[in-house]
């Protein structure tokens, strides 16, 4: 099993390269399902759903008609959340009469996609969906925040890789890494 160690903590490899790219797979034929017969905009969490989001997109049927634009929000510091959500990057584009679907790297506490949907259908969105590559159940405070499309259920562990960082580094792991302490 791989490991890496990063500012002193060690992280041991969790969900392998070949799990990940069954997960995005599997996530895509559902999106591709559903999606068949609208246009939807993806609208992706930064920093950390850029690598999901670039495995998805590809993996999705092309004759998906869908539009991508990006949002930078902070609501996490280290390992722990502060459980407050910031724009860092805001909205860019009208969403209003879209099918939206947000794109997260791991869906946590759901604080981030509870305040995120309550924004999205206040600009008047047709609907809102969220596809997450990570999702950890224990954590689940707000009801309509459960994750439409999950790649992964994992227990509430602190994990790194495939784009999650550790205060900003490792995002580039290709395989997603738990916390061994
Ligand atoms: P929330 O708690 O609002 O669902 O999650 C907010 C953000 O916290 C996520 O988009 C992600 O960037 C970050 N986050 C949550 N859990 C983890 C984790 O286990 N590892 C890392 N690196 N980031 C996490």
Known sequence: MRTIVEQGHT???WLTPEMIYRDVKQVAECINRDYKDKEPLFLVVLNGAFVF???LMRALDNDIHCEVTFIRVSSYWGMATTGKLEFIVPL???VQDRDVIIVEDIV???LTIHQLKAHLRAQGASSV???TML???DKLE???AKPDYIGHEITNEFVVGYGLDFDGFVRN???VYKVKE
Do not use: G, M, N, S
């Open 142 to 144: 707000y009801d309509d």
């Open 135 to 137: 999702f950890k159940p």
């Open 173 to 175: 792991l290709d395989a």
């Open 129 to 131: 969906t969220v596809a």
């Open 53 to 55: 989001a670039a495995d």
């Open 11 to 13: 992280f041991e490899e």
């Open 108 to 110: 946590d506490t759901v």
């Open 92 to 94: 860019q584009q009208t």
